[in-house]
């Protein structure tokens, strides 16, 4: 087996407030391997987000990497000072976010700011940044190239600003791309068509990516495997199809129920009951345990660990107890 | 069954002309929006009408033009077999025009007052049409259309901060219930939510149609929440419809080309690992709207009388599509 180029272990973020800490992110261990396309997916307010921001360094303060270690290409680079993670942001991890307007700078054209992240990280001369900048949004898509380097971002539209950050994400040909919500802002059509790029250039490149969306029709369409979140916890983990037609935890298979698919002829749809928990509210022991339907009182108690259900990992008692499969 | 609400012609065209005197200054024209241009259906009682589209497409003009909340620019909206523009004339029939068609609202967030407490909330209607004036009255009847959406009747000393997005959308609910309407307008309800809390809101509003025999018309753009919900679906591009027809056959055999390019692009979970080819193009800015058909710029199968000629909806085997290529039966 080859190296794993994104290992997180035991990662733990913590929120300290005045009136006590938050956990955020309790104990997410996963791993991506060169080219591959791992999903995150989860409601609002699961920790997907919170994940990516880790590991490209950019927690918002007071969030703090509280244990665990975050190891790119088996380097540590969760402890490294800011400046030295400043040089492996943009050039071996890129990011792509939601919302592809606050993304981009709206006061420099899109030509500049592709060159300046091609000239921080690459050691190439302007004019050979220039070419290189047309030559990406060439790939990307976005037709007359030469001429709409010299546009600002309020002259594009939603899809091709969206193209536009995927470029940048990609200026410095990083081993890993971390993409936030890439489609949320867009309309299905071009949704589509971002996803279809996302994939293609990827393989091209040769980058893994961390996608991280609440669209599970999304991960289905691009992932191999996905990881699905709740309250700040790993619930399962495992590759895409498994997970979406063989799902072992009741949090995953209330999930995969209550989204009405194009071909189910359901007259109600499953439903979870209640809400995620606040993160100053989550329960002991299973964070799942209150709207669970099969919950047992060892899952009141006892927290569960990741455990192997067949093809996929689970973090359930049931799996434990062998009541799963 | 009869029919509840039909709309003739409908259409709404928006002024965003540059002020007065950069178009003294700087001769710029007056501008229009069509944002709903020519728009005919109807709904009957206890059905379900689905309108889909992308964003700008006119959906949410639609439920305001039906509501009340703006004047058409043409057109007429019958409700009951009345024309809603002439009852307008008078305040009384205004009055119970309103209270018998409601709306919701797509952000549960932005809807409710944060400074009023959920028993104001659901109790404004009643309390507005004067329907109910004792106090110890209106306390029961809102426990009561609390308990309808599954809420707690204690819910009602309590304000909307305190509640989740799932459970602010069931409160919005209630108050459209309040005054027992006939016609739900409901705009996107479930866009804001999370997909678990999607399926309650999804699952209420259908029990609570089955119970009170309600008729909705329901906006969204996720066409597998329409597919679940809806019974008829029409599909709008540029503010026209393009294609209107019964839920099974719109799904199963989708007519005209936008419909099929929407279907297409849908991301399912069941579908993992198939590739989708996905359409070129994006829509094109609403104040140069394409010459004839509107979606020919995308389209595969336009011709040279598809950029010239807008079709008409015409009746095809039970479905209303309008589109050159189908109606000659080239697709």
């Given at each position: 087996m080859t190296t794993p180029l994104l290992e997180v272990k035991k990662l733990r973020v913590e929120f300290p407030t005045r009136r006590g800490t938050l956990l955020a992110l309790d104990d997410i261990s996963f791993d991506i391997a060169p080219g591959e396309i791992l999903g995150v997916v989860g409601e609002s307010g699961a920790g997907k987000s919170l994940t990516g921001a880790a590991i490209i360094g950019l927690l918002e303060p007071p969030g703090r990497i509280a244990a665990g270690e975050i190891l790119l290409a088996g380097q540590r680079i969760d402890n490294l000072p800011y400046e030295q993670m400043r040089a492996i942001r943009g050039r071996r991890i890129g990011a792509i976010f939601q919302d592809p307007l606050t993304s981009l700078n709206p006061l420099y054209t899109i030509g500049r700011q592709l060159t300046e992240t091609i000239l921080t990280h690459l050691p190439v001369s302007a004019d050979e940044a220039?070419?290189?900048?047309?030559?990406?949004?060439?790939?990307?898509?976005?037709?007359?190239?030469?001429q709409r380097l010299d546009q600002y971002p309020h002259q594009f539209s939603g899809g091709m600003r969206q193209r536009v950050v995927i470029a940048l994400a990609l200026a410095a040909e990083p081993q890993l791309?971390?993409?936030?919500?890439?489609?949320?802002?867009?309309?299905?059509s071009i949704q589509a068509q971002i996803i279809a790029l996302l994939k293609r250039l990827c393989k091209q490149h040769g980058a893994a990516v961390m996608l991280v969306t609440h669209d599970m029709g999304v991960i289905a369409e691009t992932c191999d495997r996905v990881a699905v979140m709740y309250a700040g916890r790993i619930g399962e983990i495992g590759p895409v199809h498994d997970v979406i037609h063989k799902p072992a935890h009741p949090y995953t298979?209330?999930?995969m129920g209550s989204i009405p698919a194009m071909d189910d002829t359901r007259e109600r749809l499953l439903q979870i009951d209640g809400a995620m928990p606040r993160l100053n509210a989550i329960p002991s022991g299973c964070a799942f345990n209150p709207r669970c339907t099969k919950v047992m009182e060892r899952c009141r108690n006892e927290r569960p660990e990741l455990l192997d259900a067949g093809p996929?990992?689970?973090?359930?008692?049931l799996v434990g107890a062998g009541e799963v499969r | 069954m009869t029919t509840l609400v039909e709309v003739k012609d409908l259409a709404k065209t928006f002024d965003v002309s540059p002020p007065w005197l950069n178009r003294v200054l700087e001769r710029k024209p007056r501008q229009f929006v069509h944002a709903v241009d020519g728009l005919s259906f109807s709904i009957r009682k206890g059905r379900t009408l689905a309108l889909v589209g992308e964003s700008g497409c006119g959906k949410s003009t639609v439920a305001r033009l039906l509501v009340g909340l703006y004047e058409p620019t043409r057109g007429q909206v019958f409700f009951d077999g009345q024309d809603t523009g002439v009852l307008k004339s008078s305040a009384a029939n205004l009055r119970s025009l309103r209270r018998r068609m409601q709306m919701i609202f797509q952000d549960p967030y932005a809807s409710l007052n944060p400074r009023w407490k959920v028993l104001d909330i659901v109790g404004e209607p009643l309390r507005e049409h004067g329907l109910i004036g004792d106090v110890a009255v209106l306390r029961d009847k809102v426990g009561e259309l609390l308990r309808s959406v599954g809420l707690a009747t204690a819910d009602m000393e309590k304000f909307p901060h305190q509640f989740s997005g799932g459970q602010r959308q069931r409160i919005s609910i209630a108050?459209?219930?309040?005054?027992?309407?006939?016609?739900?307008v409901c705009d996107e309800p479930t866009s804001a939510l999370d997909v678990s809390v999607q399926a309650q809101v999804l699952n209420i509003m259908k029990d609570l149609q089955r119970q009170q025999g309600l008729t909705y018309l329901f906006i969204s753009h996720n066409l597998a929440v329409v597919r679940h919900v809806s019974d008829e679906v029409g599909v709008m591009y540029l503010g026209r419809l393009v294609e209107l027809a019964d839920k099974a056959e719109l799904f199963a055999r989708p007519r005209h080309p936008y419909t099929r390019m929407l279907l297409d692009a849908i991301p399912d979970i069941h579908m993992s690992g198939?590739?989708?080819?996905?359409?070129?193009?994006?829509?094109?800015?609403?104040?140069?709207?394409?010459?004839?058909c509107a979606f020919h710029p995308r389209c595969p199968h336009a011709n040279a009388r598809c950029a010239e000629e807008r079709p008409a909806m015409r009746e095809l085997s039970g479905v209303?599509?309008?589109c050159h290529a189908v109606q000659e039966g080239r697709i």
């Amino acid at each position: 087996m080859t190296t794993p180029l994104l290992e997180v272990k035991k990662l733990r973020v913590e929120f300290p407030t005045r009136r006590g800490t938050l956990l955020a992110l309790d104990d997410i261990s996963f791993d991506i391997a060169p080219g591959e396309i791992l999903g995150v997916v989860g409601e609002s307010g699961a920790g997907k987000s919170l994940t990516g921001a880790a590991i490209i360094g950019l927690l918002e303060p007071p969030g703090r990497i509280a244990a665990g270690e975050i190891l790119l290409a088996g380097q540590r680079i969760d402890n490294l000072p800011y400046e030295q993670m400043r040089a492996i942001r943009g050039r071996r991890i890129g990011a792509i976010f939601q919302d592809p307007l606050t993304s981009l700078n709206p006061l420099y054209t899109i030509g500049r700011q592709l060159t300046e992240t091609i000239l921080t990280h690459l050691p190439v001369s302007a004019d050979e940044a220039r070419s290189r900048a047309i030559r990406l949004l060439q790939e990307t898509g976005i037709p007359a190239a030469e001429q709409r380097l010299d546009q600002y971002p309020h002259q594009f539209s939603g899809g091709m600003r969206q193209r536009v950050v995927i470029a940048l994400a990609l200026a410095a040909e990083p081993q890993l791309i971390v993409a936030d919500e890439p489609t949320t802002a867009l309309d299905v059509s071009i949704q589509a068509q971002i996803i279809a790029l996302l994939k293609r250039l990827c393989k091209q490149h040769g980058a893994a990516v961390m996608l991280v969306t609440h669209d599970m029709g999304v991960i289905a369409e691009t992932c191999d495997r996905v990881a699905v979140m709740y309250a700040g916890r790993i619930g399962e983990i495992g590759p895409v199809h498994d997970v979406i037609h063989k799902p072992a935890h009741p949090y995953t298979v209330g999930l995969m129920g209550s989204i009405p698919a194009m071909d189910d002829t359901r007259e109600r749809l499953l439903q979870i009951d209640g809400a995620m928990p606040r993160l100053n509210a989550i329960p002991s022991g299973c964070a799942f345990n209150p709207r669970c339907t099969k919950v047992m009182e060892r899952c009141r108690n006892e927290r569960p660990e990741l455990l192997d259900a067949g093809p996929t990992r689970a973090a359930c008692w049931l799996v434990g107890a062998g009541e799963v499969r | 069954m009869t029919t509840l609400v039909e709309v003739k012609d409908l259409a709404k065209t928006f002024d965003v002309s540059p002020p007065w005197l950069n178009r003294v200054l700087e001769r710029k024209p007056r501008q229009f929006v069509h944002a709903v241009d020519g728009l005919s259906f109807s709904i009957r009682k206890g059905r379900t009408l689905a309108l889909v589209g992308e964003s700008g497409c006119g959906k949410s003009t639609v439920a305001r033009l039906l509501v009340g909340l703006y004047e058409p620019t043409r057109g007429q909206v019958f409700f009951d077999g009345q024309d809603t523009g002439v009852l307008k004339s008078s305040a009384a029939n205004l009055r119970s025009l309103r209270r018998r068609m409601q709306m919701i609202f797509q952000d549960p967030y932005a809807s409710l007052n944060p400074r009023w407490k959920v028993l104001d909330i659901v109790g404004e209607p009643l309390r507005e049409h004067g329907l109910i004036g004792d106090v110890a009255v209106l306390r029961d009847k809102v426990g009561e259309l609390l308990r309808s959406v599954g809420l707690a009747t204690a819910d009602m000393e309590k304000f909307p901060h305190q509640f989740s997005g799932g459970q602010r959308q069931r409160i919005s609910i209630a108050r459209a219930l309040a005054t027992q309407p006939e016609f739900l307008v409901c705009d996107e309800p479930t866009s804001a939510l999370d997909v678990s809390v999607q399926a309650q809101v999804l699952n209420i509003m259908k029990d609570l149609q089955r119970q009170q025999g309600l008729t909705y018309l329901f906006i969204s753009h996720n066409l597998a929440v329409v597919r679940h919900v809806s019974d008829e679906v029409g599909v709008m591009y540029l503010g026209r419809l393009v294609e209107l027809a019964d839920k099974a056959e719109l799904f199963a055999r989708p007519r005209h080309p936008y419909t099929r390019m929407l279907l297409d692009a849908i991301p399912d979970i069941h579908m993992s690992g198939s590739a989708r080819t996905p359409v070129q193009g994006e829509v094109p800015n609403p104040l140069q709207p394409p010459s004839g058909c509107a979606f020919h710029p995308r389209c595969p199968h336009a011709n040279a009388r598809c950029a010239e000629e807008r079709p008409a909806m015409r009746e095809l085997s039970g479905v209303r599509v309008a589109c050159h290529a189908v109606q000659e039966g080239r697709i």
